[in-house]
């Protein structure tokens, strides 16, 4: 049973457009949320990460909001490029130890 | 990815047989862990390591067991490989606590035929 839900499973964008991905959780004890990025035939790597005490995060062209009382988050992808193609994977964390993830979402930008 | 290598990078095995994986990294990260991604599923925690000889079980342990006599290796086993193992292993490690993102390895695409 996946304890972060992730939406959509897959999407397509042009470029230059903006690319949302959603995710969901129930564990309140959750204070942790990253978000990772991989390219065919690599392993994921760290994006950006957020801790719920604030409701949004910007790096670069990458932005999360965290929306608290909804027990949701979601990555905007601005002026999507086609660099930008890889899966992406939402997680979470409650502990000290392991992390959480979402089922992944594979975004494909369109030239 | 630097820092983790992970052999072999591929490998096709018969049911029944058993198989190890080894995850090798540099950095001194106290935090390792096995990972399986198969599609609709993402990434899955088979086992993980929070120092040497210090293991514990993940969401999909049951087939599997692991191995850490030192702080740079970490073993994957699965006991007797079944179809249903046929997947990519991704092994990562982490330096400390858990606002430090993960390190991972390339990944092992194991096939069970």
């Known amino acids: 049973q996946q304890q972060v839900k992730q939406s959509p499973q897959s999407l397509i964008v042009q470029k230059g457009g903006i690319s949302i991905i959603n995710c969901a959780y129930e564990n309140t004890a959750f204070d942790y949320f990253p978000w990772y990025q991989q390219f065919p035939g690599k392993g994921p790597a760290l994006l950006i990460a957020i801790r719920p005490d604030v409701s949004e995060k910007k790096e670069g062209r990458f932005t999360i909001s965290f929306n608290k009382s909804a027990k949701q988050f979601s990555l905007h992808i601005m002026d999507s490029q086609p660099g930008d193609s890889a899966t992406y994977f939402c997680?979470?964390?409650?502990?000290?130890?392991?992390?959480?993830f979402g089922a992944g979402t594979t975004v494909t930008v369109r030239a | 990815d630097a820092g983790i290598t992970q052999s072999p990078r591929h490998k096709v095995t018969e049911t029944g047989t058993p198989v190890t994986l080894r995850c090798h990294q540099t950095?001194?990260?106290?935090?390792m862990y096995w990972y399986r991604q198969d599609p609709g599923h993402g990434l899955r925690l088979i086992h993980y390591s929070y120092g040497v000889k210090d293991t514990d079980k993940g969401e999909v342990s049951d087939g599997y067991s692991v191995s850490r006599s030192k702080t740079e290796d970490f073993l994957l086993t699965l006991e007797s490989a079944t179809s249903s193992q046929t997947s990519v292993y991704f092994c990562?490690?982490?330096?400390?606590?858990?606002?430090?993102?993960?390190?991972f390895g390339s990944g092992t695409r194991l096939t069970v035929v």
């Open positions: 950095e001194n990260h106290r935090y």
């Open positions: 997680a979470a964390s409650d502990d000290d130890y392991k992390l959480s």
């Open positions: 990562a490690a982490r330096q400390g606590a858990k606002g430090y993102g993960y390190t």
